[in-house]
């Protein structure tokens, strides 16, 4: 088992930047995909980054250039550095993992409890 704890959300002026983290308790990580998801009210749950074990990472179209993910294996965490925030961001950000994680949340059995990002105009 896998416990996944997020933080970092908040309120910011478009433009503006958040950094969100996922501490991850349990099993090690240093095996696991690791990725971010968000909601916004209304939509579905949607693919935002993950990075792989060996720290190869994939962005949504929506977000390349602007969000950066990381990991550090030793510390069990993993970060999204989210900069140039639109208010098109704004959703409840998920962290997950799983052991062969694509951009389909489906294969993500392991999930956090979502920390909220707001943006505003």
């Known amino acids: 088992q896998v416990q996944l704890v997020e933080s970092g959300g908040g309120l910011v002026q478009a433009g503006g930047s958040l950094r969100l983290s996922c501490a991850a308790s349990?099993?090690?990580?240093?095996?696991?995909?690791m990725g971010w998801f968000r909601q916004a009210p209304g939509k579905e749950r949607e693919f935002v980054a993950r990075i792989t074990r060996g720290g190869n990472t994939y962005y949504a179209d929506s977000v390349k250039g602007r969000f950066t993910i990381s990991r550090d294996n030793d510390k069990n965490t993993m970060t999204l550095l989210m900069n140039g925030l639109k208010p098109e961001d704004t959703a409840v950000y998920y962290c997950?993992?799983?052991?062969?994680?694509?951009?389909?949340?489906?294969?993500?059995?392991?999930w956090g409890q979502g920390t909220q990002v707001t943006v505003s105009s």
């Open positions: 997950a993992t799983s052991a062969s994680g694509t951009a389909d949340l489906r294969l993500y059995p392991y």
């Open positions: 349990g099993r090690t990580i240093t095996t696991y995909v």
